[in-house]
């Protein structure tokens, strides 16, 4: 059964599917990362990687109490991971979801790894 949160992100981005392994599409938070790891592998087309960011936006925007667990603790904290994932989001994030990305360094304590050029 797939869960309503990964419905929604695969409608909104279905060129990930490839990526995804359909066993786990009940377990949101696990399809979210695996979306945060693809987009940190930079393998994608750059629209396709805009894409998936801009639905992080909106969602970030838009998204209930859920969604927002969802999407900071699935793929949002990811970035924080290392320099250059932290300044890829950085560039890339934007309103609540950007915020999201620092509240997630401040309370993990990960390093600040400074801003996009």
């Known amino acids: 059964m797939i869960h309503p949160q990964v419905a929604t992100l695969l409608n909104a981005c279905p ?3 490839e990526y995804l ?3 786990d599409w009940d377990l949101p938070t696990i399809i979210f990362g695996d979306a945060a790891r693809l987009l940190k592998s930079r393998t994608m087309r ?3 990687e805009d894409a998936l960011f801009d639905y992080f936006n909106r969602l970030a925007e838009e998204g209930d109490a859920g ?3 969802t999407l900071g603790t699935g793929a949002i904290e990811l970035f924080n991971d290392d320099k250059e994932s932290q300044s890829f989001a950085r560039a ?3 309103g609540r979801a950007l915020v ?3 509240e ?6 990960q390093p600040d790894y400074g801003k996009p050029e």
Not at 104 to 109: E, L, M, N, T
């Open 15 to 17: 060129f990930i599917v």
């Open 21 to 23: 392994d359909a066993d």
């Open 46 to 48: 750059p629209a396709d």
């Open 67 to 69: 969604d927002l667990e």
């Open 92 to 94: 890339k994030l934007k």
């Open 100 to 102: 999201m990305l620092e």
């Open 104 to 109: 997630f360094r401040g309370s993990w304590g």
